[in-house]
Protein backbone atom coordinates (compact mmCIF):
# COMPACT_ATOMS: atom_id res chain seq x y z
CA UNK A 1 0.00 0.00 0.00
CA UNK A 2 1.05 3.24 -0.58
CA UNK A 3 2.27 5.57 2.36
CA UNK A 4 -0.72 8.05 3.58
CA UNK A 5 -0.55 10.93 1.67
CA UNK A 6 1.29 9.54 -1.58
CA UNK A 7 0.32 7.44 -4.48
CA UNK A 8 -3.28 6.16 -5.16
CA UNK A 9 -5.61 7.74 -7.61
CA UNK A 10 -5.09 10.96 -8.96
CA UNK A 11 -7.66 13.75 -8.50
CA UNK A 12 -9.09 12.66 -11.84
CA UNK A 13 -10.02 9.28 -10.37
CA UNK A 14 -11.29 10.69 -7.79
CA UNK A 15 -13.55 13.52 -8.75
CA UNK A 16 -15.25 10.13 -11.04
CA UNK A 17 -17.82 9.48 -8.23
CA UNK A 18 -16.95 11.25 -5.21
CA UNK A 19 -19.08 14.61 -4.12
CA UNK A 20 -18.05 16.28 -1.02
CA UNK A 21 -20.16 18.46 0.34
CA UNK A 22 -20.04 21.04 4.01
CA UNK A 23 -22.97 20.56 5.65
CA UNK A 24 -22.49 23.96 7.67
CA UNK A 25 -22.40 27.13 5.00
CA UNK A 26 -20.46 29.17 7.75
CA UNK A 27 -17.02 30.34 7.03
CA UNK A 28 -15.66 29.42 10.65
CA UNK A 29 -17.40 25.63 10.28
CA UNK A 30 -16.21 25.56 6.39
CA UNK A 31 -12.54 25.99 7.01
CA UNK A 32 -11.96 22.29 7.88
CA UNK A 33 -13.92 21.22 4.94
CA UNK A 34 -12.22 23.25 2.58
CA UNK A 35 -8.76 22.29 3.65
CA UNK A 36 -10.08 18.14 3.03
CA UNK A 37 -11.23 19.27 -0.54
CA UNK A 38 -7.89 20.84 -1.35
CA UNK A 39 -6.29 17.94 -0.16
CA UNK A 40 -7.83 15.75 -2.01
CA UNK A 41 -7.25 18.25 -5.19
CA UNK A 42 -11.59 18.15 -5.64
CA UNK A 43 -14.01 21.11 -5.03
CA UNK A 44 -16.55 21.42 -2.52
CA UNK A 45 -20.48 20.25 -3.82
CA UNK A 46 -22.58 23.08 -4.59
CA UNK A 47 -25.63 23.21 -1.46
CA UNK A 48 -27.51 25.90 -0.07
CA UNK A 49 -27.92 25.55 3.85
CA UNK A 50 -30.10 27.69 5.27
CA UNK A 51 -33.14 28.76 8.38
CA UNK A 52 -36.01 29.30 7.65
CA UNK A 53 -38.01 32.18 9.82
CA UNK A 54 -39.70 29.40 11.83
CA UNK A 55 -36.12 28.09 12.64
CA UNK A 56 -36.90 24.99 10.57
CA UNK A 57 -33.95 23.42 8.16
CA UNK A 58 -33.66 23.97 5.18
CA UNK A 59 -30.65 22.40 2.23
CA UNK A 60 -30.89 22.52 -1.28
CA UNK A 61 -28.46 20.41 -3.26
CA UNK A 62 -27.37 22.08 -6.34
CA UNK A 63 -25.96 19.18 -8.19
CA UNK A 64 -26.54 15.75 -9.77
CA UNK A 65 -25.39 12.72 -7.07
CA UNK A 66 -26.91 9.97 -8.43
CA UNK A 67 -25.00 6.92 -8.46
CA UNK A 68 -22.32 8.89 -6.95
CA UNK A 69 -20.42 8.52 -3.22
CA UNK A 70 -21.02 11.43 -1.14
CA UNK A 71 -18.94 12.91 1.81
CA UNK A 72 -20.69 14.91 3.91
CA UNK A 73 -18.25 17.33 6.27
CA UNK A 74 -19.79 18.41 9.76
CA UNK A 75 -17.92 20.24 12.30
CA UNK A 76 -19.58 21.02 15.00
CA UNK A 77 -20.47 25.06 16.20
CA UNK A 78 -22.16 26.14 19.41
CA UNK A 79 -25.34 25.32 18.05
CA UNK A 80 -25.09 21.81 18.75
CA UNK A 81 -28.64 20.49 17.92
CA UNK A 82 -28.97 23.03 14.25
CA UNK A 83 -25.98 21.04 13.21
CA UNK A 84 -26.95 17.93 13.95
CA UNK A 85 -30.15 18.35 11.84
CA UNK A 86 -28.16 19.87 8.86
CA UNK A 87 -26.28 16.78 9.15
CA UNK A 88 -29.25 14.51 8.79
CA UNK A 89 -31.47 16.52 6.72
CA UNK A 90 -28.40 16.69 4.07
CA UNK A 91 -27.92 12.76 4.43
CA UNK A 92 -31.82 12.52 3.76
CA UNK A 93 -31.61 14.54 0.91
CA UNK A 94 -28.80 12.69 -0.73
CA UNK A 95 -30.63 9.40 -0.25
CA UNK A 96 -33.32 10.27 -1.51
CA UNK A 97 -31.73 12.06 -4.49
CA UNK A 98 -30.28 8.33 -5.58
CA UNK A 99 -26.77 8.78 -3.98
CA UNK A 100 -25.14 5.23 -3.81
CA UNK A 101 -23.69 6.01 -0.56
CA UNK A 102 -23.25 8.37 1.89
CA UNK A 103 -20.34 8.89 4.13
CA UNK A 104 -20.56 11.46 7.45
CA UNK A 105 -17.22 13.10 8.36
CA UNK A 106 -17.79 13.98 11.37
CA UNK A 107 -14.85 14.94 13.54
CA UNK A 108 -16.48 15.29 16.87
CA UNK A 109 -19.10 13.76 17.44
CA UNK A 110 -21.64 15.30 19.53
CA UNK A 111 -23.66 13.83 22.71
CA UNK A 112 -20.92 11.75 22.83
CA UNK A 113 -20.20 12.68 27.07
CA UNK A 114 -23.80 11.45 27.38
CA UNK A 115 -22.69 7.74 26.09
CA UNK A 116 -23.29 6.15 29.56
CA UNK A 117 -26.30 5.74 32.26
CA UNK A 118 -25.70 8.54 34.95
CA UNK A 119 -28.49 8.54 37.64
CA UNK A 120 -31.80 8.67 36.16
CA UNK A 121 -30.93 10.54 32.72
CA UNK A 122 -30.43 8.76 29.37
CA UNK A 123 -28.06 7.25 27.11
CA UNK A 124 -28.27 9.98 24.53
CA UNK A 125 -25.45 8.83 22.34
CA UNK A 126 -27.50 6.04 21.36
CA UNK A 127 -30.48 8.33 20.31
CA UNK A 128 -28.23 10.18 17.92
CA UNK A 129 -26.79 7.51 16.25
CA UNK A 130 -30.04 6.00 15.78
CA UNK A 131 -30.69 9.05 14.18
CA UNK A 132 -27.47 9.11 12.08
CA UNK A 133 -28.54 5.56 10.15
CA UNK A 134 -32.16 6.73 10.30
CA UNK A 135 -31.49 9.59 7.83
CA UNK A 136 -28.96 7.43 5.56
CA UNK A 137 -25.61 7.53 6.46
CA UNK A 138 -23.89 4.65 5.42
CA UNK A 139 -20.68 5.26 6.87
CA UNK A 140 -19.25 7.53 9.27
CA UNK A 141 -15.39 8.94 10.02
CA UNK A 142 -14.90 10.83 13.68
CA UNK A 143 -11.98 11.21 15.46
CA UNK A 144 -11.23 10.39 19.24
CA UNK A 145 -14.34 8.98 20.27
CA UNK A 146 -14.79 9.81 23.72
CA UNK A 147 -15.72 6.07 24.92
CA UNK A 148 -14.33 3.53 21.75
CA UNK A 149 -17.34 2.04 22.68
CA UNK A 150 -19.68 4.01 21.06
CA UNK A 151 -19.10 2.61 17.61
CA UNK A 152 -21.22 0.18 19.36
CA UNK A 153 -23.92 2.13 19.09
CA UNK A 154 -24.06 2.48 15.30
CA UNK A 155 -25.18 -0.50 12.62
CA UNK A 156 -23.02 1.16 9.87
CA UNK A 157 -19.00 1.15 9.80
CA UNK A 158 -17.70 3.74 11.62
CA UNK A 159 -13.68 4.72 11.73
CA UNK A 160 -12.55 6.07 14.37
CA UNK A 161 -9.44 8.02 13.87
CA UNK A 162 -6.42 9.17 15.89
CA UNK A 163 -5.18 12.67 16.62
CA UNK A 164 -2.49 11.60 18.96
CA UNK A 165 0.54 11.16 15.97
CA UNK A 166 -0.18 14.97 15.12
CA UNK A 167 -0.14 15.74 18.56
CA UNK A 168 2.88 14.21 19.02
CA UNK A 169 4.77 15.70 16.34
CA UNK A 170 3.63 19.23 17.96
CA UNK A 171 5.24 18.03 21.43
CA UNK A 172 8.65 17.07 19.81
CA UNK A 173 8.63 19.79 17.44
CA UNK A 174 6.97 23.04 19.26
CA UNK A 175 8.20 22.14 23.24
CA UNK A 176 11.63 22.62 23.83
CA UNK A 177 13.13 20.03 26.11
CA UNK A 178 10.42 17.62 25.92
CA UNK A 179 12.09 15.03 27.41
CA UNK A 180 11.99 16.17 30.31
CA UNK A 181 8.30 16.44 30.55
CA UNK A 182 5.41 14.84 32.28
CA UNK A 183 2.38 13.54 30.46
CA UNK A 184 -0.02 14.31 33.38
CA UNK A 185 -3.35 12.47 33.30
CA UNK A 186 -6.26 15.09 35.07
CA UNK A 187 -8.68 12.05 36.18
CA UNK A 188 -7.87 8.44 36.72
CA UNK A 189 -10.65 8.07 33.97
CA UNK A 190 -8.00 9.48 31.25
CA UNK A 191 -4.93 7.65 32.80
CA UNK A 192 -4.93 5.16 29.90
CA UNK A 193 -4.60 8.09 27.32
CA UNK A 194 -1.66 9.80 29.25
CA UNK A 195 0.16 6.44 29.46
CA UNK A 196 0.05 5.56 25.83
CA UNK A 197 1.09 9.44 24.76
CA UNK A 198 3.95 8.83 27.39
CA UNK A 199 5.26 5.52 26.34
CA UNK A 200 5.66 6.92 22.50
CA UNK A 201 7.47 9.66 23.84
CA UNK A 202 9.40 7.62 26.58
CA UNK A 203 8.33 10.04 29.27
CA UNK A 204 7.15 9.50 32.86
CA UNK A 205 3.20 9.76 33.75
CA UNK A 206 1.40 11.19 36.92
CA UNK A 207 -1.95 10.99 37.53
CA UNK A 208 -4.33 13.35 39.68
CA UNK A 209 -6.48 11.14 41.48
CA UNK A 210 -9.61 11.79 43.85
CA UNK A 211 -13.44 11.30 44.08
CA UNK A 212 -14.16 15.09 43.04
CA UNK A 213 -16.87 14.01 40.14
CA UNK A 214 -18.08 10.98 42.45
CA UNK A 215 -21.91 12.94 42.21
CA UNK A 216 -21.71 12.65 38.37
CA UNK A 217 -21.44 8.93 38.45
CA UNK A 218 -24.39 6.18 38.23
CA UNK A 219 -26.78 7.45 40.93
CA UNK A 220 -28.36 4.19 41.29
CA UNK A 221 -26.47 2.53 44.20
CA UNK A 222 -27.12 5.77 46.54
CA UNK A 223 -28.34 5.47 50.16
CA UNK A 224 -31.72 5.96 50.52
CA UNK A 225 -33.20 9.18 52.29
CA UNK A 226 -33.71 8.08 56.16
CA UNK A 227 -36.48 10.82 56.33
CA UNK A 228 -40.34 9.56 55.77
CA UNK A 229 -38.96 5.92 56.39
CA UNK A 230 -41.08 4.37 58.77
CA UNK A 231 -39.49 1.30 59.45
CA UNK A 232 -36.08 -0.11 58.97
CA UNK A 233 -35.24 -4.04 58.62
CA UNK A 234 -32.43 -4.56 61.38
CA UNK A 235 -31.24 -7.80 59.23
CA UNK A 236 -30.09 -4.99 56.39
CA UNK A 237 -27.48 -2.48 56.76
CA UNK A 238 -28.00 0.94 56.04
CA UNK A 239 -26.26 2.28 52.87
CA UNK A 240 -23.32 5.14 54.06
CA UNK A 241 -22.80 7.59 51.27
CA UNK A 242 -19.19 7.06 50.03
CA UNK A 243 -16.37 8.60 51.69
CA UNK A 244 -14.52 11.18 49.35
CA UNK A 245 -10.94 11.05 49.37
CA UNK A 246 -8.49 14.33 48.83
CA UNK A 247 -7.47 14.47 45.71
CA UNK A 248 -3.71 14.41 45.43
CA UNK A 249 -1.22 14.05 42.57
CA UNK A 250 0.58 10.53 41.72
CA UNK A 251 3.63 10.99 40.58
CA UNK A 252 6.87 13.11 40.07
CA UNK A 253 6.19 16.66 38.78
CA UNK A 254 8.34 19.08 40.72
CA UNK A 255 10.96 21.13 38.42
CA UNK A 256 9.22 19.23 34.96
CA UNK A 257 7.32 20.22 31.75
CA UNK A 258 3.19 18.70 33.09
CA UNK A 259 1.50 18.54 30.12
CA UNK A 260 -2.11 17.68 30.44
CA UNK A 261 -3.96 15.59 28.49
CA UNK A 262 -7.38 14.64 27.92
CA UNK A 263 -9.81 14.26 24.61
CA UNK A 264 -12.10 17.43 25.29
CA UNK A 265 -11.56 20.63 26.83
CA UNK A 266 -14.99 22.07 27.38
CA UNK A 267 -15.49 24.16 30.84
CA UNK A 268 -11.89 24.24 31.32
CA UNK A 269 -12.31 24.15 35.05
CA UNK A 270 -11.04 20.70 35.40
CA UNK A 271 -7.87 21.56 33.38
CA UNK A 272 -7.55 24.37 35.34
CA UNK A 273 -8.06 23.25 39.21
CA UNK A 274 -5.51 20.20 37.64
CA UNK A 275 -2.64 23.52 36.69
CA UNK A 276 -3.23 24.80 40.40
CA UNK A 277 -2.54 21.60 41.65
CA UNK A 278 0.73 20.93 39.37
CA UNK A 279 2.08 24.36 40.17
CA UNK A 280 1.47 24.22 44.14
CA UNK A 281 4.08 21.00 43.65
CA UNK A 282 6.63 22.80 41.65
CA UNK A 283 5.79 22.10 37.97
CA UNK A 284 6.10 24.11 35.27
CA UNK A 285 5.18 25.41 32.48
CA UNK A 286 2.14 23.76 32.05
CA UNK A 287 0.59 23.01 28.96
CA UNK A 288 -3.18 21.87 28.45
CA UNK A 289 -3.84 19.22 25.35
CA UNK A 290 -6.61 17.98 24.15
CA UNK A 291 -8.59 17.07 20.55
CA UNK A 292 -11.19 18.38 20.88
CA UNK A 293 -11.68 22.23 21.45
CA UNK A 294 -15.13 23.16 22.86
CA UNK A 295 -14.18 26.01 24.99
CA UNK A 296 -17.96 26.95 25.85
CA UNK A 297 -18.92 29.43 27.95
CA UNK A 298 -16.16 31.69 29.49
CA UNK A 299 -13.28 28.95 29.04
CA UNK A 300 -11.79 31.26 26.79
CA UNK A 301 -10.89 33.52 29.75
CA UNK A 302 -10.63 31.10 32.07
CA UNK A 303 -8.05 29.45 30.44
CA UNK A 304 -6.17 33.10 29.58
CA UNK A 305 -5.90 33.92 33.63
CA UNK A 306 -4.57 30.43 34.50
CA UNK A 307 -1.28 28.81 35.06
CA UNK A 308 -1.73 27.02 31.99
CA UNK A 309 1.17 28.33 29.44
CA UNK A 310 -0.28 26.68 26.30
CA UNK A 311 -3.67 25.55 25.22
CA UNK A 312 -2.99 22.80 22.58
CA UNK A 313 -6.16 21.38 20.29
CA UNK A 314 -6.73 20.40 16.72
CA UNK A 315 -9.19 21.94 14.79
CA UNK A 316 -11.90 19.21 14.79
CA UNK A 317 -14.16 21.77 16.10
CA UNK A 318 -13.87 25.68 14.88
CA UNK A 319 -12.13 27.82 17.71
CA UNK A 320 -11.54 30.99 15.78
CA UNK A 321 -13.40 33.41 18.18
CA UNK A 322 -12.21 31.57 21.47
CA UNK A 323 -8.52 32.15 20.19
CA UNK A 324 -9.12 35.84 20.06
CA UNK A 325 -10.23 35.90 23.84
CA UNK A 326 -7.52 33.69 24.62
CA UNK A 327 -3.62 33.77 23.19
CA UNK A 328 -2.74 30.73 24.54
CA UNK A 329 -4.28 28.43 22.04
CA UNK A 330 -2.82 26.62 19.74
CA UNK A 331 -4.30 24.78 16.66
CA UNK A 332 -3.03 21.67 15.23
CA UNK A 333 -4.12 20.58 11.96
CA UNK A 334 -5.89 17.19 11.24
CA UNK A 335 -7.02 17.84 7.55
CA UNK A 336 -4.71 15.26 6.33
CA UNK A 337 -5.66 12.00 8.12
CA UNK A 338 -9.73 13.61 7.45
CA UNK A 339 -8.74 13.31 3.86
CA UNK A 340 -6.35 10.47 3.45
CA UNK A 341 -9.35 8.75 5.24
CA UNK A 342 -11.69 9.31 2.75
CA UNK A 343 -9.67 8.77 -0.04
CA UNK A 344 -8.56 5.43 0.89
CA UNK A 345 -12.57 5.00 1.57
CA UNK A 346 -13.92 5.56 -1.75
CA UNK A 347 -10.86 3.58 -3.46
CA UNK A 348 -11.27 1.01 -0.98
CA UNK A 349 -8.44 1.06 0.30
CA UNK A 350 -6.73 -0.75 4.07
CA UNK A 351 -7.12 2.26 6.43
CA UNK A 352 -4.73 0.18 8.74
CA UNK A 353 -1.85 2.69 8.10
CA UNK A 354 -4.17 5.58 9.54
CA UNK A 355 -3.23 3.09 13.08
CA UNK A 356 0.15 2.91 12.41
CA UNK A 357 1.92 3.08 15.70
CA UNK A 358 -1.30 3.47 18.16
CA UNK A 359 -1.61 1.66 21.04
CA UNK A 360 -4.88 -0.19 21.81
CA UNK A 361 -5.46 2.35 25.05
CA UNK A 362 -5.25 5.76 22.92
Not at 169 to 178: A, F, V
Not at 266 to 289: K, N, Q, S, T, Y
Not at 313 to 320: E, W
Request: proline residues 5%.
Amino acid sequence: RAPMGEGGPGPNKLKDRLVLFSANSSPSCMELANRIAERLGVELGKTEVYQDSNGETRIQIQESVRGKDVYIIQTISPDVNRCLMELCVMAYGCVTACARSVCGVLPYLPYSKQCKMRKRGSIVCKLIASLMCRAGLTHLITVDLHQKEIQGFFNIPVDNLRASPFLLQYIQEEIPDYHNAVIVAKSPSSAKRAQSLAERLRVSIAVIHGDAETDLLDGRHSPPTITGLITVSLSRSVCIPKEKHPITVVGDVAGRIAIIVDDIIDDAVGFVAAAEMLRERGAGPIIAMATHAILSADAPRILQESAISQVVVTNTIPHSSQKLQCCKIKTVDVSLILSEAVRRIHCGESMSCLFHNIGADD
